[in-house]
C-alpha cells in the first residue's frame, strides 16, 4: 500500500498553514496510508502555538498524522523540505512524498489524480495544475466573477534556455481546457511536486544552496539526467495565494533569491552562450541594479550560499 506524506513549511504564516490543512481533511485518501508534515522554519512563537494548538484539537479522530517539525533557525524552502523529506522516509517509511506550498489550497481529487499519473517507472516526478487563489489573480480586473478561481498560475514549465527564464505556461489564462493532456513538462513547480522513494534514493533531495527558488528547476533537470520523466497532471488541481509566504512579487526576499539563484541554476546547466550573457548581465547589474539584486550577485561571485536565519537579512523581509 501506497504512503503518502505531504510536506509543507511554515514561516510565520500560521493562517495559510491551517487553511491549507483544512482543504486536507477534505482529501480522498482510500487506498493508501497519509502523513502531514509540517516543518516550521523558525517562526515567531505566537505563529508556532496556534499551528501547534490547532493540530493538538484536530489529531483526535484522524485516520492519519499531523506531524509539527520545529526548527531553531530557518533552513528555507529547500533545507525544510529535506528535513521533511528525511522524517517521512526513515521515520514512517514513506513510499512517496508530496511537497505542498502552505500558501494552497487543494482539491479533494488531488493524490488520487497524482498517483495516478505516476505509475509508470519512467516517471520520476509528478506535478499538477496551479489556479491563482480566487481573489489573489496579477490582474484580477481582466476577468468577469464566474472566471476568478478559474485563472491559471501554472499549467506546466517551460525554460527558455536562451535568455535563462523559467515561465509558466499559461500564467494569466482562463482555463478553457486548453491545458488539459498528461505530457512531460520542463520544469515541476516546487508549489506541488510527488516525488517516489526510489527516485529520492537515486537522485538525491533538494539543492539547499538555493534556499529559495529555482530549487524546483534544479531539481527536475537533475531527475531528467538520472533517466526519468517529469510529468504535468491537469487533473491534479490546486488553488495558489501567490506568493503569501515571501513577501509578495516585487519583495526583497524576491529580488536577491531569483537573483542570486539564477547565476546558481544557468551557470549549472545552460548552454555556453547563455552563461556568458548572463555574467555580462550579473556585471551591469552590479552597477544598476536594485540593492538585493546587487548583494544576490555578490553572493554568488563570492560562493556565499546563505542557508541560515533570515536575522543576517534584517531588510530583505521588509
Not at 550579473?282 to 544576490?296: E, V
Request: glycine share 8%; proline share 1%; net charge positive.
Amino acid at each position: 500500500m501506497n504512503h503518502i506524506s505531504l510536506i509543507t513549511i511554515n514561516f510565520n504564516s500560521h493562517s495559510h498553514t491551517i487553511k491549507l490543512l483544512q482543504s486536507i481533511e477534505e482529501i480522498e485518501k482510500k487506498d493508501m496510508k497519509f502523513s502531514v508534515i509540517i516543518v516550521d522554519n523558525a517562526s515567531v512563537k505566537k505563529s508556532v502555538d496556534i499551528i501547534r494548538e490547532y493540530i493538538n484539537k484536530q489529531q483526535k479522530g484522524k485516520s492519519y498524522d499531523l506531524i509539527l517539525l520545529e526548527n531553531k533557525e530557518n533552513i528555507g524552502f529547500s533545507g525544510g523540505n529535506n528535513k521533511g523529506i528525511l522524517y517521512a522516509l526513515h521515520k514512517l517509511q514513506s513510499t512517496h512524498v508530496l511537497l505542498i506550498n502552505n500558501d494552497t489550497i487543494l482539491d479533494k481529487k488531488i493524490l488520487i489524480e497524482l498517483l495516478n499519473c505516476s505509475e509508470a517507472s519512467s516517471i520520476g516526478i509528478v506535478t499538477s495544475k496551479i489556479y491563482f487563489a480566487k481573489g489573489h489573480e496579477f490582474y484580477k480586473n481582466r476577468y468577469n466573477n464566474k472566471e476568478l478561481g478559474n485563472i491559471l498560475w501554472y499549467a506546466g514549465g517551460i525554460i527558455d534556455w536562451k535568455n535563462m527564464v523559467g515561465m509558466h505556461r499559461g500564467v494569466d489564462e482562463v482555463d478553457n481546457q486548453q491545458y488539459d493532456k498528461v505530457e512531460d513538462t520542463d520544469f515541476a513547480s516546487g508549489c506541488c511536486i510527488l516525488i517516489k522513494k526510489e527516485i529520492l534514493e537515486k537522485v538525491g533531495m533538494l539543492d539547499e544552496r538555493f534556499f529559495l527558488y529555482y530549487e524546483d528547476s534544479d531539481y527536475s533537470i537533475r531527475v531528467k539526467k538520472s533517466g526519468y520523466r517529469v510529468i504535468y497532471c491537469p487533473k491534479a488541481i490546486m488553488w495558489h495565494n501567490n506568493a503569501g509566504s515571501t513577501g509578495g512579487s516585487g519583495s526583497n526576499l524576491q529580488d536577491y533569491y531569483i537573483t542570486r539563484n539564477r547565476l546558481l541554476f544557468g551557470m549549472q546547466y545552460a548552454p555556453l552562450r547563455t552563461k556568458v550573457a548572463l555574467l555580462k548581465e550579473a556585471i551591469k547589474l552590479l552597477f544598476s541594479g536594485r540593492q538585493w539584486q546587487k548583494k544576490g550577485i555578490l553572493d554568488f561571485f563570492r560562493g556565499e550560499f546563505f542557508k541560515g536565519s533570515f536575522k543576517s537579512f534584517p531588510e530583505i523581509i521588509k
